[in-house]
């Protein structure tokens, strides 16, 4: 089998010819300090790996470390920034939202790793009314799209998302205003966290319409704010799972394959995610990198209704472990999780000092475990 046979095949939660094996996404500090600056996909070739590259343009999300803010202004809807520190390891920008109606900021900071927000959009219950009027949704190029699809061709899969700081309504809502106030505002006036929910979910139905003929094999949904580790399974039931199973809806209706990303919080909402209509469940984060359970518990619980992507330690295992270690957590999450197919063996979530000499060991366990 091919690479992206092998990734299909256990999407569509089948036995492939092996176990197919596969990171989260390649981060450029450790593609450039460990892989003398590779690209995604020449990394997953150097170890022999199945690709899953992100396809991260026209997607909105502003944290990431080259956004071009004035690629996503309008007319209504223009981002000023003022870069505060330019320092790659301390950058810091500010930011103004000019619309017809009024303005509104955020903050962000971040090093050579990654980005964080250090101040959020929404201050004010009335800020939503500007986000629905202003803020803009941006028509996804299929050109560039083409491109990346047919140079990553038989070595994997190509992975996309729905527009926004997150894919899930929940989850961008958790990027614009802060997800202690967001749990605070759906116990105090869930009105308010609805009618913003609606709002997000509108503008993402509109830019899933324009994903028509997209050569994605794989839509992410989703966010790390909906799972059991952040919110209960109750707020779960009420906040994420109607707008999900709508966007999920739509992305199938279009021939989407959907996977739903809750790095690893899943107890307790793993009949939700099986509710909500996505084909697959990502990142079975196990609980030594702050899961809260093994991936083997959501394996048992799925009982191969959705496919499973994820569950390998990135960090205590693959970064700090041994080889034999390596190879031993491998071992296991084939014969635990993948014996009977529908499965990929990932990282649940990013790494940045982890020894090429490690990620080749767990590559190659991988590649040790036929069916």
Sequence with gaps: ???????????????????????????????????????????????????????????????????????????????????????????????????????????????????????????????????????????????????????????????????????????????????????LRAMDNPGWVHAFLQILLEKKLRFVEGMKGAQFDLVETGGGASSSTVISPDLHREFCLPYDRRLHDALHNLGFLVTYHTCGGTRSIEELIVQNGTDASETLAPRSIGGNQEPWEVKEKMRNRIALIGGMDQHSVLTEGTPADITAQVELLFRRVGHDGGFILSCPDYFFETPPEHIAAYANAAMGCVY
Excluded at 25 to 51: E, I, N, R, V
Excluded at 55 to 65: P, S, T
Excluded at 86 to 113: C, F, Q, V
Aim: hydrophobic share 35%.
């Design 1 to 183: 089998m091919t690479s992206k046979e092998r990734m299909m095949c256990a999407l569509h939660r089948e036995k492939p010819d092996r176990l197919p094996v596969s990171v989260h996404q390649w981060q450029g500090y450790h593609l450039d300090k460990y892989l003398h600056g590779a690209t995604p996909l020449q990394a997953f070739q150097q170890f022999g790996m199945d690709a899953a590259i992100q396809y991260f343009e026209d997607m909105g999300q502003f944290w990431l470390v080259d956004a071009d803010f004035a690629k996503f202004s309008t007319p209504e809807w223009r981002d000023d920034v003022t870069v505060v520190s330019a320092d790659p390891d301390r950058r810091i920008n500010h930011h103004i939202i000019h619309t017809p109606e009024g303005r509104l900021s955020y903050k962000t900071a971040g090093d050579r790793k990654t980005t964080w927000i250090t101040e959020y959009l929404v201050k004010h219950d009335e800020d939503i009314e500007l986000i629905r009027k202003y803020m803009p949704v941006p028509q996804l190029n299929l050109r560039p799209l083409e491109r990346v699809y047919d140079e990553v061709g038989d070595r994997g899969i190509v992975r996309g998302f729905v527009w926004g700081d997150q894919a899930g309504c929940w989850q961008h809502a958790a990027c614009l205003i802060d997800i202690t106030e967001l749990i």
